[in-house]
């Protein structure tokens, strides 16, 4: 945890900035703060009430009472981040003033010379998105009327059926329809433990060397068939997705996007592995179906890469994963230009911070497409006391001022992190001869 040195003259001279360690003073801003209000501490909580490690950032301020909290949720390697921000990020934000959001972002941006990947950007984020949470709250605002206001009611949201067959999944889905959804994503099952959103069938593979693998080739001549049993059943008015989740070719992505393009799907997500971005443009060309991707990237230059050169239909931002609010708001204006909608990851493995955070800008964008949404547990609320509901297939933002979320670290504590779950996972996704194939 970083705080201000009591023995130091930091309350007295403003531009004064110690490391946590009391150590030489840190570069300063070229300007007064035009007030006494500064950050005095800046740490990382994790808690994991569902399982997959949530990480938040809370940021403290020298006015009693006055805190902001932010999503740095990178589940698969959260002690890393929670350590990038108590050692290397907390401290440079630590005595600065917290409505200078732009500047200490960019000095935590730079300050590291070797830039970007998830576990620095998701830290970045954390206290991105507590210095904003923080300035909603000094301003008596919601953050969304921080940007601009409204341009819309609520977001409409999308939620995932799976089942072990197409019957299961579609008996979900129409549980969804009934809760009031009319966007749904649907998975099904495949033989083996490989199939991604769906539960699959040990021993799928018996004569095969990994039995429980999962096969590419099966996966295209059956997954057309899930659809036009949707079809049948739900007719042309429901929303469609799919997700692949990186699985297949360049080439075997557009396969599968014509095959599905009797159904009308209102997007196909994540159809090729981000080693194989630069390819995205191509492939989107040859689609019939919109292509939704963005999830897995790293950095701001990477989504306007996709977004310029037409890769991408949906932007799929991870928020937390390019740096927070502050980075994705100028991505979505770039979408606005260049008439490419959002469609933001949000499942369990982001906070309700981050969801809150999500919404702010889905409210406040015309580029809203879709919103991806999670129905947290009664644990996940007990910790995150105002985390957003889903009502009748829309959520609603907060009109709290700030997020609208808050932490209670008590309850927190008793959800302590479990390591490796993910890794135990993906360690499995194999093909039936063995190969290791993308997670």
């Not at 000094?138 to 009327?145: D, F, H, K, M």
């Not at 490989?194 to 021993?203: E, Q, R, S, V």
């Not at 009308?264 to 040859?286: H, K, Q, T």
């Amino acid at each position: 945890m970083s705080s201000i040195d009591a023995h130091t003259d930091t309350a007295t001279d403003p531009n004064r900035l110690l490391d946590a360690d009391g150590g030489l003073p840190q570069a300063r801003p070229p300007w007064p703060p035009r007030d006494s209000l500064r950050i005095t501490s800046v740490r990382a909580v994790v808690t994991a009430p569902e399982g997959a490690p949530l990480v938040v950032v809370r940021v403290d301020t020298s006015e009693p009472g006055l805190y902001g909290l932010g999503c740095a949720t990178f589940t698969q390697r959260y002690a890393a981040v929670a350590a990038a921000v108590d050692e290397h990020v907390g401290p440079l934000a630590v005595g600065r003033h917290p409505a200078d959001i732009e500047d200490i972002t960019r000095l935590i941006h730079y300050s590291s010379y070797w830039r970007n990947g998830p576990v620095l950007n998701n830290a970045l984020s954390g206290v991105d998105q507590a210095l904003w949470d923080i300035a909603g709250k000094r301003a008596g605002l919601p953050v969304y009327e921080l940007l601009g206001g409204r341009s819309r009611a609520a977001v409409e949201v999308y939620s995932h059926a799976a089942g072990h067959s197409v019957e299961e999944t579609l008996d979900q889905a129409e549980q969804l329809v009934a809760a009031g959804y009319r966007n749904v994503r649907l998975q099904t099952g495949q033989p083996g433990l490989g199939a991604y959103g769906a539960p699959g069938t040990p021993g799928g593979y018996p004569r095969s060397p990994h039995p429980d693998g999962w096969d590419p080739e099966r996966y295209l001549r059956t997954t057309p068939a899930l659809f036009a049993a949707a079809r049948e059943r739900f007719g042309p008015e429901l929303n469609l997705m799919h997700d692949v989740h990186s699985r297949l070719t360049p080439k075997q992505a557009v396969v599968l996007a014509r095959a599905l393009e009797p159904y009308g799907l209102s997007f196909l997500e994540d159809v090729i592995a981000p080693e194989y971005y630069d390819r995205l443009p191509e492939v989107r060309a040859a689609s019939p179906v919109p292509i939704a991707v963005g999830e897995q990237l790293g950095s701001v230059p990477d989504a306007v890469r996709l977004i310029r050169d037409g890769g991408v239909d949906l932007l799929r931002l991870h928020t937390s994963s390019v740096g927070g609010l502050t980075p994705t708001r100028k991505l979505v204006a770039l979408c606005e230009l260049l008439g490419v909608r959002t469609a933001f990851h949000s499942p369990g493995d982001i906070s309700p911070v981050g969801v809150a955070a999500n919404l702010a800008v889905d409210v406040n964008t015309p580029a809203f497409g879709f919103q991806e949404s999670h129905e947290y547990n009664n644990a996940t609320h007990e910790v995150f006391p105002g985390t957003p509901v889903v009502r009748e297939g829309y959520l609603y933002p907060s009109q709290q001022p700030g997020w609208g979320v808050e932490l209670d670290e008590k309850a927190a504590a008793a959800h302590p992190p479990t390591k490796f779950l993910h890794e135990r996972w993906s360690a499995r996704v194999r093909r039936p001869d063995g190969a290791l194939e993308a997670p």
